[in-house]
């Protein structure tokens, strides 16, 4: 396994409120390019909070306030001059919950695309959006109903087709916020491949609550615990011989 | 009487609600679980019964008794005047239900006071017999719901029956009024086009509207009744009106749900619905007094000949009426909206314009459509503004600078004109049952592309 040690995106004392609740509190971390960085902790300690620092998500809720420095590339993703539209072109993510637009499947995976000019004609849309359902693991199942509405999906299939959307923008980074939850273990395993093979190109962040999975495709792990990132670290080397008690206690099913 | 009886039955109840609760605690003792239903439903149900025996009775007995005095006071005023004409009876009986009450009759006379003393003694048997058969059925009651209390008993169920009949027979009632009025209207319709022998298409599609024009020869003619003038100007004006309201509302309802800040939006939201509240009639003064001669005067300096009442006048002031109907509704379905598909859409790196154009109107087309087909059925259905403001006279135009009249101004010339209300009922029906099958269908569509959209979400 090659790893390069280039920094990706950096954070620095970030502190997140909603209101009054201290969501996220000082968290430093360095995610590496190229390379599945998994966030796992308990509900509610933040994790989701943290991703959607990432691509400014936060500025969509009024309550929200963010502090601290982010980076990407080097740069402050919360300098003035920053078009966070521009960031979340990106900076792609999948929801924690599918939210498929009232739109045909083919509409849903063409959106992005549409909008950032990435086709030039009909076909090469229709290339996009084929290969972005096929790494998704959707297209047999989609193939033969791609102007029916998204809605329309099951639970599991709006969640590919949500991964496949993001997909589809061709971002650097993909945030992933529990993509596999309703998939059974035949799609569950093809999302982990897709995950693996974006790998090569992009840097991944996976929210997830499956050790087993955090273990299988991430090569970084982040613990999360009330707001506090407790530990950082190799996921071998996590999973293995944990530093903080708290840690080992998530890992081993004792807190959660 | 009436209504000291009235609230007797209701005192009544209340005591017999206790008195079977505690017979319910007494029977169970501390095995209250013992009971199939619970103490309070024991209570409610002799409640029930009490009320609807006391006030049944109360009410069948008034109007039966009623009927019975004035039927005996008749024969009486028949048996002493043989020959006078139905109407100096009727003046007889008036006159000594005057003096028995101490109010001021038209004539006095030895027969008057007679039948008046007559009155006050039946009014008295009357009140005693009610009293007397109301409590008895009443305490009837009380006491038969009381001793049938015991522990298989299933009052909950029949009390819940009793009160699923009374909530049915409240909306019968309301069903039974709506399709009485349907009825009526659909009568006299027919009656309408059986007086024009059966000619509906020169109703639907004549030119020429002037119902009355026959009436003195006792007759309607076919050739006058053409609606089609009335048709057009109601059309005009209700497009005139939504192409004021639609863009105006639409784009508030977009900028008050998407962009205002929260301050902006409590602020101008109630503002907006302020023109909701006023009166269609202000309105209607308004249109006729300050906008038509304020058209009148800028077509005259650009050399335009308006009318003194125009389309155009009613027509924007109309569409200004609805604007808030158009905003509040279409906010409210933006609004439902769920953030995760605007998180969605930005989450994949598109703007603000974007998501709103590509995600969040299309998702809140159908509600936005429901919200504009009511704002057509409430243009349609406008009388004030157009009377005031758009004329009579029933010309046949699609120029938006003259006077034209709609299906409701007719209505409203109609029934309130000279002519006898029984002549000009029938167009006046027939025009109201049009409005009325228009609306309607406006609104059933309305509906169900409103419940369409819901299924979409829930
Ligand atoms: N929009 C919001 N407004 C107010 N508080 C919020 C909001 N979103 C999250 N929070 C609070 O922030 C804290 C962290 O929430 P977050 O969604 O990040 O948890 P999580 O780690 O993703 O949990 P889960 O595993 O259940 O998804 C919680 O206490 C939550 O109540
Ligand atoms: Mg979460």
Redesign the pocket.
Not at chain 1, 41 to 52: H, Q
């Given at each position: 396994m090659q790893m390069s040690d280039e920094i990706k995106i950096s954070a620095r004392d970030v502190n997140?409120h909603?209101?009054d609740?201290h969501?996220?509190k000082d968290v430093d971390v360095d995610v590496l390019d190229k390379m599945v960085t998994a966030f796992i902790?308990?509900?509610?300690?933040?994790?989701?909070?943290?991703?959607?620092c990432i691509n400014r998500m936060n500025d969509t809720?009024d309550?929200?306030r963010v502090d601290g420095t982010i980076t990407l590339d080097g740069e402050d993703i919360y300098a003035r001059d920053v078009d966070p539209v521009q960031l979340r072109a990106k900076v792609g993510m999948v929801f924690?919950k599918p939210n498929p637009f009232p739109k045909s499947i083919y509409d849903n995976v063409a959106y992005g695309p549409r909008i950032h000019g990435m086709a030039r004609n009909k076909a090469d849309l229709d290339e996009i959006v084929e290969k972005s359902l096929r790494r998704a693991a959707l297209w047999d199942e989609a193939k033969d109903r791609l102007a029916q509405p998204g809605t329309g999906l099951s639970g599991g299939q709006q969640q590919r087709l949500c991964i496949a959307r993001a997909v589809a923008t061709q971002p650097e980074v993909l945030l992933m916020?529990?993509p596999c939850s309703a998939l059974d273990p035949i799609a569950t395993g093809q999302i982990e491949d897709l995950i693996d093979e974006l790998r090569k190109n992009f840097s991944v962040i996976i929210?997830t609550?499956s050790m087993q999975q955090a273990a299988r495709v991430s090569q970084k792990t982040a613990f999360?615990h009330l707001?506090n990132l407790v530990e950082y670290g190799d996921t071998d080397h996590i999973f293995t011989n944990p530093e903080d008690p708290r840690t080992e206690s998530y890992i081993t099913g004792r807190i959660g | 009487m009436t209504a000291t009886m009235f609230i007797a039955v209701l005192g009544l109840a209340a005591v017999a609600f206790l008195l079977s609760r505690q017979r319910a605690y007494r029977i169970a003792g501390a095995n209250l679980s013992a009971l199939h239903s619970r103490p309070a439903y024991h209570g409610t149900y002799s409640l029930l019964w009490v009320l609807v025996v006391g006030w049944g009775l109360l009410l069948a007995l008034s109007v039966a008794s009623s009927v019975l005095i004035e039927a005996n006071l008749s024969a009486r005023i028949a048996e002493a005047l043989p020959d006078a004409p139905e109407i100096e009876r009727q003046l007889v009986l008036s006159d000594a239900v005057a003096i028995a009450e101490g109010a001021l009759p038209s004539k006095t006379g030895d027969l008057r006071a007679e039948i008046a003393a007559r009155h006050t003694s039946l009014q008295a048997w009357r009140n005693w017999a009610i009293v007397i058969l109301v409590s008895a059925g009443a305490l009837l009651a009380t006491a038969a719901t009381w001793s049938q209390v015991a522990l298989g008993w299933r009052a909950r169920n029949r009390a819940e029956k009793i009160i699923r009949l009374i909530l049915m027979s409240m909306a019968g009632i309301a069903i039974l009024t709506t399709i009485g009025i349907v009825l009526s209207l659909i009568f006299e319709t027919l009656n309408f086009f059986s007086n024009i022998g059966w000619r509906i298409d020169k109703f639907l599609f004549g030119t020429t509207w002037s119902p009355l024009s026959g009436v003195h020869e006792g007759k309607l003619d076919p050739d006058k009744v053409g609606a089609v003038p009335l048709f057009a100007g109601t059309l005009l004006i209700t497009l005139i009106a939504m192409l004021v309201a639609v863009p105006v509302g639409l784009f508030a309802a977009i900028y008050l749900s998407e962009f205002a800040s929260r301050n902006v939006r409590s602020t101008v939201k109630p503002l907006l619905e302020i023109l909701a509240g006023i009166p269609t009639v202000v309105y209607g003064f308004f249109a006729a007094i300050t906008v038509a001669p304020a058209i009148r005067g800028a077509g005259e300096a650009i050399g335009l000949s308006v009318a003194s009442e125009s389309a155009l006048a009613a027509g924007v002031v109309m569409g200004i009426m609805i604007i808030p109907f158009i905003s509040s509704l279409s906010d409210d379905v933006i609004n439902a909206v769920p953030q995760s598909l605007r998180d969605g859409s930005y989450g994949l790196g598109a703007n603000k314009s974007e998501t709103i154009r590509q995600v969040v109107l299309p998702a809140a087309l159908p509600g936005i459509v429901s919200a504009v087909l009511l704002g057509v059925s409430r243009a349609v259905g406008e009388t004030m503004i157009v009377v005031m403001a758009a004329g009579q006279g029933a010309n046949l135009t699609a120029n938006p600078l003259e006077a034209v009249t709609t299906v409701t101004v007719q209505i409203v010339m109609l029934i309130t004109g000279d002519t006898e209300a029984t002549t000009a009922a029938g167009p006046a029906f027939t025009l109201g049952f049009t409005l009325f099958c228009v609306t309607l269908a406006m609104n059933i569509i309305a509906l169900r592309i409103v419940r369409r959209y819901r299924e979409l979400y829930d």
């Open positions: 997140v909603y209101g609740t969501a996220i902790g308990p509900s509610g300690c933040g994790k989701s909070t943290f991703l959607r809720i309550v929200a924690q916020d529990e929210v609550h999360f707001g | -």
